[in-house]
């Protein structure tokens, strides 16, 4: 069987495909399973497990000049790449127009069906076009995780029961190269990437906040290191490392790349970003923070330790489970509050997710 996923962006949106794909992998051994994404993904979507083939779309730069002869020269090439198979399912899991064209492209083989969402979702984009080019559109709870979105669309397209386990299938490569070029320095326990960049303002958090932190990582013996991705997070992470003993910015480097580095740390805290979501899928400990109450739809979410965390709950944490029955202290979990989370806030989390930590 040949299936051709099409999730194009955002950083985020492609990890939280990932785990559809090891669905389908489980469900349909020995499946052909193509992918069509941005090209600025590509790197990390080759790095997810049972994905054969990765068609690169370049949308976003082509709309910018549609009718330009590179454009049209570059469209061609595309249409050639993505129409070489003929596709028994094509599941359209992002359900913008963008997404329905290219899934209308696409080469169905006899009897193959389109797939795609019949409603939006609660703090997700919908497109009304994308409903009409699918032979059958899937109508999905409108109270959803983004992970539980794309694994249910896939488990009720191609007829099988959504697996119990939550396995993303993100593959670190070069992990040994990588630590050894960002080994920490000597001496200290290990090192805990600070996630401080994010494409919306108001889901930032502040510099006083991320100083303190990093002060407090090196007082616990954690060398901090500040990843990023524009110039002005770049200067953001030389603000934060500023006088500090054990915070290194780290140099520019690729998607793959970051994703090998990030695998070699003790852990991640960071805001609501394509980064943080990079960490849940590695299963690093990692906390995440919202300054909006939407955990529930784009945080941490795991079969045995989802967690949503508030600045106000005490212990800091809760788990979905049976409050008389034992307690387990979560790997990754999510503070929320209002307008930000405090320092001690994510600091207890940070503990929390630490196995055998002393309580602070």
């Not at 797939?115 to 994308?130: D, R, V």
């Not at 923070?289 to 795991?302: K, M, Q, S, V």
Request: aromatic share 8%; charged share 20%; proline share 7%.
């Amino acid at each position: 069987m040949k299936i051709l996923i099409v999730k194009l962006s955002s950083l985020g949106d492609v990890v939280h495909a990932m785990p559809a794909v090891q669905d389908i992998r489980r469900a349909l051994p020995g499946a052909q399973i193509d992918w069509v994404v941005e090209r600025g993904f590509v790197s990390l979507v080759q790095r997810c497990q049972g994905v054969h083939r990765v068609i690169a779309s370049d949308l976003r730069r082509w709309r910018k000049a549609p009718f330009s002869p590179e454009t049209r020269c570059a469209w061609r090439a595309f249409k050639l790449e993505l129409q070489q198979e003929h596709y028994d399912a094509v599941i359209d899991l992002q359900g913008l127009s963008k997404s329905a064209l290219i899934a209308w492209l696409a080469r169905l083989s006899m009897g193959g069906k389109r797939y795609g969402l019949a409603n939006q979702t609660e703090g997700s984009s919908f497109e009304a076009p994308a409903r009409w080019v699918v032979h059958e559109a899937i109508t999905l709870p409108a109270h959803s995780h983004a992970v539980t979105r794309s694994r249910e669309l896939c488990a009720q397209a191609l007829h099988y029961r959504l697996p119990e386990a939550l396995v993303f299938g993100l593959v670190a490569q070069k992990v040994q190269a990588a630590a050894q070029a960002l080994a920490p320095e000597l001496g200290l326990r290990g090192t805990v990437a600070l996630v401080h960049g994010t494409s919306r303002a108001d889901k930032q958090w502040p510099l006083a906040h991320w100083r303190e932190l990093t002060q407090r990582l090196n007082d616990a013996g954690f060398g901090v290191a500040l990843p990023h991705g524009s110039p002005a997070e770049q200067q953001t992470a030389h603000d934060i490392a500023q006088g500090l003993a054990h915070a290194r910015v780290w140099p520019v480097m690729p998607l793959d790349a970051l994703t090998d580095a990030l695998a070699t740390c003790s852990g991640v805290i960071g805001v609501d970003s394509g980064l943080s979501h990079i960490a849940v899928a590695l299963d690093l400990p990692h906390v995440q923070i919202y300054n909006f109450d939407t955990a529930w739809r784009t945080g941490p979410l795991a079969e045995s330790n989802q967690v949503f965390c508030r600045a106000d709950f005490s212990p800091p944490w809760s788990t979905e489970v049976d409050p008389t029955g034992p307690r387990h202290s979560p790997r990754q979990c999510s503070v929320f509050a209002h307008p930000c989370p405090t320092v001690d806030a994510v600091w207890q989390a940070w503990l929390g997710v630490q196995p055998n930590t002393p309580d602070a």
